[in-house]
């Protein structure tokens, strides 16, 4: 009797390790804010930045500045760069007021800089009106303290003033409609929260146009029939909602995102093959099969 006791305490005592090492490495791949202040560095290529426009919209890019600093943002160094992306604070966020007219996801501007003599490149990205985050690359981590750097060159990419056209204004669905295909397999699978009416050609095109990418059939399947999908623990972005985020080997389309990650496709490659990228920084290379690797996931998570 005291064997089986003690085989059972073994096997008890080994299940608890297993799932506090669940817990651990879940954790692990969550985002981690913070609401720490720009480097001495960041703040030097900043000042560049600001220089690059018009006093209008120099002041509204330094003032978008000062709200995001103290506010919550994500910083991550990865093994040959860094990105910080500015999320702000949800229940008082920025004034319309500081937003400029461009709103589209889209490229502001680029400084090339040598600090040492080592050449580095920040990228800084517009989203909704407002300065998004930046990239710099390689790994800046040695130098954050260094403000006295050598620029290179500077050069704007999108004019933060000028308006993109118009955007798709999603709808929402009363009820989830009878979707075809593939689609009525995730249906079964879990309860949608929310669902939206398709983009329609109109507005297909142009946003498709703006990824450098390969989109994957399936998920042109899914955008055919709703723009995005929401559900408890996931939801499937709209084409009208894509943004990138940038890893150490380049930038990510957002095409569905979980609790762990996101299912992604990479800048400027052409084959529809997708990645999933863990918020621990770890990417695993999948397939070009989005109902296939979607319902994996899903199947993974629950």
């Known amino acids: 009797m005291k064997t089986l006791l003690v085989i059972f305490a073994v096997i008890a005592g080994i299940i608890g390790l297993i799932f506090l090492g669940l817990i651990i490495a879940a954790n692990r791949r969550r985002p981690k804010f913070n609401n720490k202040g720009f480097t001495l560095l960041e703040k030097k290529l900043l ?21 995001f600093e103290p506010k919550r943002k994500w910083r991550q160094y990865w093994e ?47 989203y909704d009106g407002r300065l998004w985050g930046w990239k710099i690359r390689p790994n800046p981590k040695s130098i954050m303290k260094v403000d006295a750097v050598q620029i290179a060159s ?5 004019d933060p003033s000028s308006f993109a056209h118009p955007n798709f204004k999603k709808e929402k669905l009363k009820s989830a409609p009878a979707f075809t295909g593939w689609l009525t397999k995730l249906t079964k699978m879990d309860n949608i929260k929310a ?44 084409v009208s909602e894509i943004y990138a985020t940038g890893l150490d080997d380049g930038n990510y389309y957002h095409l569905a995102e979980f609790d762990d990650g996101i299912m992604a496709i990479k800048e400027g490659e052409q084959t529809g093959t997708m ?21 994996e996931r899903i199947k993974y998570d629950t």
């Open 195 to 238: 669902s939206w009416y398709p983009i329609g050609p109109k507005f297909l095109g142009k946003y498709t146009k703006r990824i450098d990418s390969k989109l994957p059939d399936g998920y042109l399947e899914l955008i055919e029939q709703t723009e995005g999908l929401d559900f408890e623990q996931y939801r499937i972005l709209g």
């Open 80 to 126: 040959k760069s860094m990105s910080v992306e500015l999320y702000g604070d949800n229940d008082n966020p920025l004034s319309e007021e500081l937003r400029y007219n461009r709103r589209d996801e889209s490229k502001l501007a680029i400084i090339r800089f040598k600090v040492n003599d080592e050449k580095y490149a920040i990228e800084f990205d517009n």
């Open 47 to 67: 000042m560049e930045l600001f220089d690059l426009f018009e006093p209008d919209l120099s002041n509204k890019l330094k003032k978008q500045l000062e709200y």
């Open 275 to 295: 990645y999933y990228c863990h918020y621990s920084g770890l990417l695993d290379e999948l397939s070009s099969d989005f109902e296939k690797e979607l319902i």
């Open 154 to 158: 500077k050069k704007i990419h999108t």
